[in-house]
């Protein structure tokens, strides 16, 4: 039986997802002859964690209580009463994360698995790695970070996992790797990577009004609470960066141009999402129903993607044919084509659910499987 020591970080809905599709795929796993250890979990504040990290994790009820504990907004402290396990708190748990990689990376192996959605982890990371460890993230922000902290998580690129950091469980970094190492050149990406861009783009084409659409957006749970952490395109900047970073481009985020769909007059720092929502919405449905009419005329559809050709990276709306993959889409699935020697007339599409706790933890879990060839 192959085993594989992890630690996670992050406990949203993702990583509590991640906790329990584990749990629940232990038969299937040991049919393969791998078990996977979870020796400690973290969020901002603090650390649970095995007390024998050599031999033994935290058991499976004590994964899905700590689900419960924190889907009800509590501490994770409070499970120390529940199983045996020790337990510390922020800046300290820091600390022992990173002991536990010096401990276990080059002993047994040890998996650093990232679903926060912080800045922080850089550092942990980068130690982790340098102490023999392997990393799997569905964080995007690491790997958007600057180019310095990007090469030095790379430094040893088997040990890297990060399908989850642009097109969830989708097969995107995988494909582009594939396509890199067969030596046929990437002439173009352009995609989709926004369920609740794609949503919304496809709703105004129908003739909704784009503040309606964003309303249903909200109610439905596509988009983050402020929906203009959505509308404004970052998430799909990052996105692109990763992907441009791949094909080998030395750029950062300050590269991109990003076409937000809200001017800076209605951003966080001058209207409150209230007033966003009631008033500042409606300002913005004449100029995109225009454009819609506009691109309809032409025969195309107006979808919000990244474009990557050449040194070139921009994120916004495009008008597309009507007839394309792209042009196709309806509702929040994610779409990419990609331009190659090989697929040069008809690009390779992926498409697919590319949002979702349940379908990112399910790719964070396949990426941690995927790794396992590193452990003897």
Request: proline residues 4%.
């Amino acid at each position: 039986m192959k085993n594989i020591p992890l630690i996670l970080i992050g406990c949203g809905g993702v990583g509590r997802q991640l906790l329990q599709h584990i749990v629940s795929c232990r038969s299937l796993h040991s049919t393969q002859g791998l078990c996977l250890r979870v020796v400690g979990v973290g969020d901002s504040k603090s650390l649970v964690v095995t007390e024998d990290l050599l031999h033994k994790g935290l058991d499976d009820s004590f994964l899905l209580e700590l689900c419960r504990v924190k889907s009800a907004g509590e501490s994770l402290s409070k499970l120390c009463d529940f199983g045996e396990c020790q337990a510390f708190v922020h800046p300290e748990s820091q600390g022992k994360i990173v002991e536990i990689a010096s401990q276990l990376g080059r002993k047994t192996g040890l998996v650093f698995v990232d679903c926060s959605a912080s800045s922080d982890t850089v550092a942990v990371l980068k130690q982790a790695i340098d102490m023999g460890c392997c990393a799997v993230m569905a964080n995007k922000k690491p790997l958007t970070s600057t180019m310095e902290d990007f090469k030095k998580l790379f430094t040893y690129p088997r040990r890297i996992r990060h399908e989850s950091t642009v097109g969830a469980g989708l097969p995107v970094i995988a494909s582009l790797n594939r396509i890199i190492s067969s030596g046929d050149p990437i002439h173009q990406i352009i995609g989709s990577l926004s369920g609740t861009l794609g949503y919304v783009m496809s709703q105004v084409e129908d003739g909704k009004p784009l503040s309606q659409v964003v309303r249903d957006a909200k109610s439905l749970g596509y988009t983050e609470p402020d929906p203009r952490d959505d509308l404004g395109g970052m998430d799909v900047a990052r996105k692109a960066l990763i992907l441009a970073r791949i094909l080998g481009h030395q750029i950062n985020l300050d590269s991109i141009q990003i076409d937000s769909l809200y001017p800076k007059e209605m951003g966080p720092d001058v209207m409150k999402v209230e007033d966003f929502l009631d008033s500042g919405l409606l300002l913005l449905d004449k100029d995109i129903q225009d454009r819609v009419e506009k691109a309809a005329s032409n025969g195309n559809v107006l979808r919000y993607v990244c474009v990557i050709k050449g040194s070139r990276c921009e994120v916004g709306i495009q008008e597309l044919p009507k007839n394309s993959p792209l042009g196709r889409l309806r509702g929040s699935d994610n779409v990419l084509e990609i331009y190659t020697r090989c697929y040069r007339d008809q690009p390779l599409v992926i498409q697919g659910a590319g949002a979702g706790n349940d379908t990112t933890a399910a790719g964070v879990l396949a990426d941690i499987v995927d790794i396992q060839d590193l452990f003897s």
